[in-house]
């Protein structure tokens, strides 16, 4: 579709018009006849010498060429373009992060898996976390492992597929046997920092207490709270463990209720699933589509009109001056030869 950036330039199409009916015409002194005896000359035949006025007059041909040649100038300066069809794209509404403990506890194998086989804890995890995020598209998600320190697995993309990748590589222990939830909460804030989307969270998966933070996970929780950020909490954990494996719940609980979130207890793979599902009907994912129409400036093809137009008509002015130097040559030959 044709649009112009400044259609206001076409008010200037009828300037030639004012100009030539307001102002004044253009005017050349010239002398008609150049004589030294002029005066005596005229006192001899008794006339009377007075100044006179020749009005030039444009070829109609050579007319309609200006005005073609001015309204092509206009059509230039008024930035012709091209709106191509719309393209449409969908833009994330919502920042997820993902905390996924790797302490030594998550090897504990009291999990059954969906073929009937016992796994451990982080097995059963990363294969309900990975259907979790396949259904995610929409969302931009981040994943954050910790143990003994949180590290920044995947920083916030759109490419789930990378996610999904990234955590079936993960193995108990990476980060550490211990567990600093704390701490984690912390980096995953950090992660937010550039965050320009409204809706964010965190979901945090832990089977222990917080045995390494320098940030308990309560301080850590209302921080996000003041950010923003709405921290789900999921105990993987068996809350009758004891030591540094013992599942604090109370903990957990804090940090969800602190940043408006839920708590879950998962005890089984079922479960889990089940947990998963019912985090995936509270955030509902929110698509805004934006439709950009890409635009072509096509200003060059007013100015190559009127170029090959200036280029015809001056060739063709050209060719009519020499037929008609050829058909006077003739002429000129007989007046001689008489």
């Known amino acids: 579709m044709l649009s112009f950036a400044y259609p206001w330039i076409g008010l200037l199409a009828p300037l030639p018009l004012l100009v030539w009916y307001v102002l004044p015409a253009h005017a050349e002194r010239h002398a008609g006849l150049r004589v030294p005896f002029f005066d005596r000359l005229a006192r001899l035949s008794g006339q009377q010498p007075y100044s006179g006025g020749v009005v030039a007059r444009r070829h109609l041909g050579r007319l ?50 969906a073929s009937g086989k016992t796994v451990d804890r982080l097995t059963a995890v990363k294969q309900v976390l990975d259907d979790f995020l396949s259904r995610r598209k929409g969302d931009r998600v981040g994943v954050v492992v910790f143990g003994d320190a949180p590290f920044a697995l995947v920083p916030f993309t759109t490419d789930l597929e990378l996610c999904r990748a990234m955590l079936r590589d993960t193995y108990v222990g990476m980060a550490g046997p211990r567990t600093a939830f704390g701490d984690a909460i912390g980096l995953g804030i950090g992660l937010f920092a550039k965050s320009t989307v409204k809706a964010k969270t965190i979901i945090a998966l832990t089977d222990g207490n917080d045995t390494m933070s320098k940030v308990p996970p309560a301080e850590a929780a209302r921080v996000a709270k ?113």
């Open 226 to 338: 003041d950010k923003g950020i709405v921290i789900h909490t999921v105990a993987v954990g068996d809350p009758q463990a004891a030591g540094e494996d013992k599942l604090d719940e109370a903990a957990l609980k804090e940090v969800a209720d602190t940043t408006g979130g839920g708590f879950f207890r998962a005890l089984d793979r079922d479960q889990l699933a089940d947990i998963y599902r019912r985090l995936d009907a509270i955030e509902t994912r929110h698509i805004d589509t934006v439709s950009f129409r890409p635009r072509r400036d096509i200003y060059w093809v007013p100015l190559a009109a009127m170029l090959v137009l200036s280029m015809a008509a001056q060739a063709l002015f050209l060719l009519r001056r020499h037929r008609y130097r050829r058909a006077a040559e003739p002429a000129a030959t007989a007046g001689a030869a008489s």
């Open 64 to 113: 309609l060429l200006l005005a073609l040649a001015w309204l092509m100038t206009l059509a230039a300066l008024a930035r012709p373009q091209w709106i191509e069809p719309p393209l449409h794209r969908d833009v994330p509404t919502r920042d997820l992060l993902v905390l996924v403990d790797l302490s030594g506890s998550m090897d504990t194998k009291d999990f059954v898996d």
